[in-house]
């Protein structure tokens, strides 16, 4: 039936960002439900030693040069519910938070998957291994000499899950059958 | 002695921020260790039914105008080591994290106390209650009418533990009798 076929205008870009203050994944890719391609992918350093606001300041310029030159439709982030160390967690969410707001001041949405959406998504199990993920986002983007860390493949995971769920959720809320 | 008088070269201003996504305390005091006078005091505000990143770009730009009106020499900013709710760790550590940044980008350094530490330093015990720490916080400033809420004056006790703790910190770095 012509209406599963995809669309031209259904092509979407998602920028995936892994958040970390060491090290901050970045994941480009266009395409729509099934369809996946690399567009780039990058890591992001910020030295441990420096001082947490220039970090953050490093961080954000990283952010708005990705930002600027990929120009995604849309930015997924991974949403961090419970993790035992708190510093962890803390790194996490500031590195998270200023992704946020470098895609809220250029007018971008920003949207959210756990790590178990993120997983099932590209293996369809929720509680898949990195080495999965990253084996199946090398498949997905039809990349098997990739060569890319793992937060940078988390990146990658994250935009396509958005791909993939993005739409089955624009279909639910419009009411469409799945 | 002349060397226990307090020179006027050491009077400082320090802006201190509660972080918060809802209630963002602030508070701006001038001083030195055993005084401190009263300059600013604010709460910002930020809708919780908005998206996550426009209330941070809020926040970045309350917090934004706060720096560049008080002009302060240190900005000091609550520590959180721990809280059984992550939402609020979250969120916690995503104002922080904006609060961080502004102060990177205006080269303003950034201290951190822990809360026993700034209710030590103005009621001189860390395990006071809000009630106390305000009640202190008043009586430091003369300040007995100030109507403020409490995020506001844990941000004012913030700053007067900076001037008090800090002063000490610097003598000690220096090698300097306590």
Known sequence: ???????????????????????CGIGVVDGYPGLARLVGVDVLHTPADA?????????????????????????????????????TVMGTAQAGAVALLVAARRGVPVVWHTPSEVKAAVTGQGRAGKDQVAFMVRRLLRAPGLAAPADATDALALA???????????????????
């Not at 953050?56 to 961090?80: C, H, K, N, S, T």
């Open 51 to 87: 001082e947490l606001g220039d970090r953050l300041a490093a961080l954000e310029d990283g952010l708005v040069q990705w930002l600027d030159r990929a120009a995604p439709d849309v930015v997924a982030v991974e949403r961090v519910f419970s993790q035992h160390n708190v510093r």
């Open 160 to 178: 396509i899950c958005q791909l993939w769920r993005g739409a089955a959720m624009a279909r639910l809320a419009a009411g469409g059958a799945r």
């Open 1 to 23: 039936m012509a209406a599963n076929l995809p669309n031209m205008r259904s092509i979407r870009r998602v920028m995936g960002v892994d958040p970390g203050l060491t090290r």
